[in-house]
């Protein structure tokens, strides 16, 4: 038992710790950045058309799944500022394991609900580019094209978000 506490030291040297917590800020500062625009532009996206003579107008607030993706980015860019402050909280009081487990199920709840947003964003925008012939659908990026490349750059914005989220979340469990 002596010899496996020799190889696996309880608490990692100081420059480890020091690396681990700028990742830590670092990707929750770039998660802030990426859901704060992939929100941004969801919200500012909107465009008015006719389509064979009929007006089209394509809005976010008119699709209740990208209501869900817009509302998924603003939640996650809140948590995520409320988790930068505890990340400063934790690492003044020292690295106590089970304080960085809730750590852990906040990060995990937060790729979650990103990715959750961000597939069915995807799922529509699908459709929505290309279709479904079995069901009817027509695409319709032909007639409304700047929405459609708006919401394809949120969509990348978000999966970008989820993949910070998703290293905090391998961060935070090898920390607790």
Excluded at 4 to 22: D, H, I, S, Y
């Amino acid at each position: 038992m002596s010899s496996l506490e020799a190889k696996f030291p309880q608490n990692p040297p100081l420059k480890t710790q020091k690396l681990v917590l700028g990742a830590q800020i670092g990707l929750r500062i770039l998660t802030i950045s990426l859901t704060l625009a992939a929100t941004w532009v969801v919200l500012t996206s909107r465009q008015s058309t006719t389509a064979f003579g009929v007006p089209v107008d394509a809005r976010y607030s008119y699709s209740p799944t990208l209501k869900f993706f817009a509302f998924a980015n603003a939640i996650v860019c809140v948590l995520s500022i409320l988790s930068l402050l505890l990340v400063f909280f934790l690492c003044h009081q020292g690295s106590n394991p089970a304080k960085f487990y809730y750590l852990f199920l906040h990060d995990l709840s937060m790729t979650l609900l990103v990715l959750a947003g961000s597939a069915a964003a995807t799922a529509e925008g699908n459709i929505g580019r290309y279709g479904n012939t079995h069901s009817g659908w027509m695409p319709i990026c032909e007639y409304v094209g700047k929405f459609c490349n708006k919401m394809t750059t949120s969509v990348i914005l978000s999966y970008l978000s989820f993949a910070c989220l998703l290293l905090l979340t391998i961060l935070s469990a090898s920390k607790s």
